[in-house]
């Protein structure tokens, strides 16, 4: 129903109506009313901090509890140890792009986002893969203000200083997404797209190999499955694909016809009443894909 009502809405809409979410205050304190608030129980100022000025009514931003995991898991899918992952996990979170520069580049826009927003499971995860395998090629769909791009282009900023150069393409329907948070300095390599998925794959990456795969666009079981059908002729073997909407079970479906590998992490979020997002990923096998 959710997105229903959502496709009613002009993009454009959309996007001034998320610019004036530190003073959408009915829809915070119905937001707050709606998840039980478990974690904040017995913390009155903590609820009304939120629904008084907190920027963020549905994509939210937080610390994990449970980074460790994260690692292992991502660990066990690409088969490495697990001390390599936490070290590229915590150079993401102490990188200057991902935190000063990122802070001073968002400047007046602190209005409507936060100052330093806490680097995302999914975004850390990408950029740990993105280190771990250095893809040539990284296709991602649902931009937003472009946190998660600017995280990957740093990724692959990094790995071209180390010889190994890849680029991002990135998928989605709203015009200018991602300027905000994605500075001249790292749009190297980066190419937007502002068409609807999974129709654009078609003319935009025809003959290419993809490396990565990131959804991160509409939140439905049907919509996650028509992006993975139209990818997977493009991805490259051993290549691997990744959701935020773990809970569709698609990917584990995928990975079982393919004969790839699926892990799954479930967030633990540092003092914050959502209950944690659910992250999927597929590996698929050594020869190529055959959807």
């Given at each position: 129903m959710k997105q229903a009502l959502k496709r009613l809405i002009p993009e454009r809409a959309r996007l001034y109506?998320?610019?004036?979410?530190?003073?959408?205050?009915?829809?915070?304190?119905?937001?707050?009313?709606?998840?039980?608030?478990?974690?904040?129980?017995?913390?009155?100022?903590?609820?009304?901090?939120?629904?008084?000025?907190?920027?963020?009514?549905?994509?939210?931003?937080?610390?994990?509890?449970?980074?460790?995991?994260?690692?292992?898991?991502?660990?066990?899918?690409?088969?490495?140890?697990a001390s390599e992952l936490e070290a590229h996990l915590a150079?993401?979170?102490?990188?200057?792009?991902?935190?000063?520069?990122?802070?001073?580049?968002?400047?007046?826009?602190a209005l409507f986002t936060k100052r330093r927003p806490p680097l995302p499971s999914h975004h850390l995860s990408a950029w740990a893969i993105i280190r771990t395998r250095k893809p040539g090629l990284v296709v991602e769909t649902g931009i937003l203000e472009g946190l998660g791009d600017r995280i990957m282009l740093r990724a692959l900023q990094r790995n071209a200083?180390?010889?190994?150069?890849?680029?991002?393409?990135?998928?989605?329907?709203m015009p200018g997404s991602g300027r905000a948070l994605v500075p001249e300095r790292l749009r190297a390599?980066?190419?937007?797209i502002y068409e609807p998925t999974p129709q654009a794959f078609r003319s935009h990456l025809a003959g290419l190999e993809v490396g990565?795969?990131?959804h991160d666009s509409v939140q439905e079981a049907d919509h996650l499955r028509s992006e993975v059908e139209e990818i997977l002729p493009?991805?490259?073997?051993?290549g691997v694909l990744m959701t935020v909407a773990g809970w569709t079970g698609v990917l584990e479906e995928e990975s079982a016809r393919l004969g790839g590998r699926c892990q799954t992490f479930h967030e633990h979020p540092v003092d914050h009443f959502y209950s944690g997002r659910t992250l999927s990923w597929m590996r698929l096998p050594d020869r190529p894909a055959n959807p």
């Open positions: 109506l998320r610019r004036a979410n530190r003073f959408r205050w009915i829809t915070k304190a119905r937001v707050l009313r709606a998840s039980g608030a478990g974690a904040w129980e017995g913390r009155p100022l903590r609820k009304a901090r939120y629904v008084l000025w907190d920027p963020e009514v549905d994509t939210f931003t937080y610390a994990i509890a449970n980074l460790e995991e994260l690692a292992a898991q991502l660990a066990l899918l690409l088969d490495r140890p150079a993401a979170l102490d990188d200057p792009e991902l935190g000063p520069r990122l802070s001073e580049d968002i400047g007046w826009r200083e180390e010889g190994s150069p890849g680029r991002l393409v990135a998928f989605d329907i390599g980066w190419e937007p990565l795969f990131l493009r991805m490259e073997a051993n």
